[in-house]
T-cell receptor
């Protein structure tokens, strides 16, 4: 079974600085998707960024980028120029591409605090 | 376009009572999921469905049942609620090979 591990329960960053959130996963599959979701206090789950395992290029969305290391099964999220609105829980998630069994599995989350 | 809608938003149950949580999506998604979120535990998959009429167990299925009689609806049932089922429940839906879209969550308290 696939598992996702986020080893940092909490992180903090100064406004305008850069922070990196860690995520590792365990799988025997070669083709899959990885996601980072943000959950602000409103409780809404918001997609931050996605990465297809077959793509070697790291995904980027404005201030958010990932460092995808397939061999190491690592998928970290870098937030540049942190803003107060980035404060939230961040969840790393894995999705299989095996048709008919596309479970979406989450890590336990990292609570990010942004200090003014 | 409503997206994913969960009903109800909040509920308090007494131990032993039963209830059904409804998830409705209007995006014609094949896949639907039910998760529970507890402090420090992240989102844990309860059950999921890969299409109308099909369901499968996730990580923590005990004490829950599901049904997907219509493609747009995914129901989560608690037959005999226990305090350990106090949690926030999330429904999500997606196409194959795509991101999941989430509902707003249901806060359930079992006393």
């Amino acid at each position: 079974a696939q598992t996702v591990t986020q080893s940092q329960p909490e992180m903090s960053v100064q406004e305008a600085e850069t922070v990196t959130l860690s995520c590792t996963y365990d799988t025997s599959e070669s083709d899959y998707y990885l996601f980072w979701y943000k959950q602000p206090p409103s409780r809404q789950m918001i997609l931050v960024i996605r990465q297809e395992a077959y793509k070697q290029q790291n995904a980027t969305e404005n201030r958010f980028s990932v460092n995808f290391q397939k061999a190491a099964k690592s998928f970290s999220l870098k937030i540049s120029d942190s803003q107060l609105g980035d404060a939230a829980m961040y969840f790393c998630a894995y999705r299989s591409r095996q048709g008919g069994s596309e479970k979406l599995v989450f890590g336990k989350g990292t609570k990010l605090t942004v200090n003014p | 376009n409503a997206g994913v809608t969960q009903t109800p938003k909040f509920r308090v149950l007494k131990t032993g009572q039963s209830m059904t949580l409804l998830c409705a999506q209007d995006m014609n998604h094949e896949y639907m999921y039910w998760y529970r979120q507890d402090p420090g535990m992240g989102l844990r998959l309860i059950h999921y469905s890969v299409g109308e009429g099909t369901t499968a167990k996730g990580e923590v299925p005990d004490g829950y049942n599901v049904s997907r009689l219509k493609k747009q609806n995914f129901l989560l049932g608690l037959e005999s609620a226990a305090p350990s089922q106090t949690s926030v429940y999330f429904c999500a839906s997606s196409y194959s090979h795509s991101q999941a879209f989430f509902g707003q969550g249901t806060r359930l308290t079992v006393v």
